[in-house]
């Protein structure tokens, strides 16, 4: 297991990188990994978010998580009720997306919404690790942005009940995935997902069909044009956000657990050599 973001088991490209990569005579080493993609040969597991470590009132500050992620166990429901206590007809008809500005898909985004396109999206630009200075929700700050479209950096943030309120949500990775994915899905509302965006995989994207649980496009470029489409048909709309959120409801913590063990079995099975305790 590797704790990293993204994939670790490069695929060779000759006889000569298989070489250089893994040694004389070595097979490629197993390797779980929380993304994977077509290069590489990690097998697909439930990154850390889905079971940070449990932080004990005995120890301090030195046994909390630094991201305060909550366990999957306990966020699933908590986030899946808070998305179905917004509904439809109250959500703002924007299409948001919050996080950091890293990557060239990212900040074409951004500036999207900063001109010719800020009619139909919000982006809030807010680096994770810098909350102290965004603690207070976009939608309580006296402007105009959040509701009427437009940007806004590092003056505020989106807490996931935020998110629910919008009926459009954009998901595009900065240096090759986001996390937050998952979560958008238990909104409710419509997850546009720029799939060029987003070159690692993580383990439970397959179960996700475009253009039943989500619309895809390829660029950040076709984002107004599905926006526009999206906005134009709300019975369409609605339908997509409601069997998303009802895929990701069936993903709770015993059928990510599930997954884990089945995984586990199906390696375990091809396995050609004994354990050994040291």
Known sequence: FQGTDYPLGELPRSAAHFHRLYGPG???PPMFSPTSTTQHL??????????????RKDCGKFCEHPLKTPRWTFAHPKL??????VRWEDKIPL??????MMGALRKKLYAMAETEHKDIMFVNE???????????????????????????????????????????LINVGSN?????????????SVVIWVRKGSLNHEFFERQFLPGIHY????????LPDAIKRLQADDSFARGIALAGQERMAQMDVHEVTHYCYQMLKAYAKLQRFKPVRY
């Open 26 to 28: 070595r097979p490629i």
């Open 42 to 55: 990690d097998m697909p597991w439930p990154d850390f978010a889905f079971f940070p470590p449990v932080g």
């Open 80 to 85: 899946l009720a808070e998305g179905r206590a």
């Open 95 to 100: 299409a948001t997306f919050t996080g950091n």
């Open 126 to 168: 807010v680096f994770i690790k810098a909350a102290e200075q965004a603690r207070q929700s976009c939608l309580e700050i006296p402007v105009t942005q959040p509701t009427k479209g437009g940007v806004l950096s590092k003056r505020c943030s989106l807490a996931f009940k935020d998110l629910c309120r919008y009926k459009y």
């Open 176 to 188: 090759g995935y986001a996390n937050k994915l998952r979560f958008l899905f238990l909104c409710g």
């Open 215 to 222: 619309a895809p496009v390829d660029t950040v470029d076709e």
